[in-house]
Nanobody
């Protein structure tokens, strides 16, 4: 089991940017990893995933505003969110799978380990 710990969540004004970090206790470079968001009363939804080959996939509604990347030397993954809007307010979770390939951003059952989340609040 890999322990994941998110950080970087904050309260920001609309239009701003944030970079969320996720430190892993193990090596995640060759694994499919991802970022999901969740608001109260809703299902956890994927924003972005990255395969073990470094290929990203994005949810259509955030494509162009978010980017996922990894620092292999630090076993850390990141999610950069630009042009924040109030609808981005959510708890953000990082996750990983046991395989290098990713099924896409919608299949959260594919993922095994989850962090505790980091809160992003966007005010207008």
């Amino acid at each position: 089991q890999v322990h994941l710990e998110e950080s970087g969540g904050d309260s920001v004004q609309a239009g701003g940017s944030l970079t969320l970090s996720c430190k892993a206790s193990g090596i995640i470079a060759l694994l499919c990893t991802g970022w999901f968001r969740q608001t109260p009363g809703k299902e956890r939804e994927g924003d972005a995933v990255m395969s073990g080959q470094g290929i990203p996939q994005y949810e259509d509604s955030v494509k162009g505003r978010v980017s996922i990347f990894k620092d292999y030397t630090k076993n850390t993954m990141y999610l950069r969110i630009n042009s924040l809007v109030p609808e981005d307010t959510a708890m953000y979770y990082c996750t990983d799978a046991r395989y290098a390939s990713c099924p896409g951003v919608t299949d959260r059952s594919y993922f095994i380990d989850w962090g505790q989340g980091t809160q992003v609040t966007v005010s207008s």
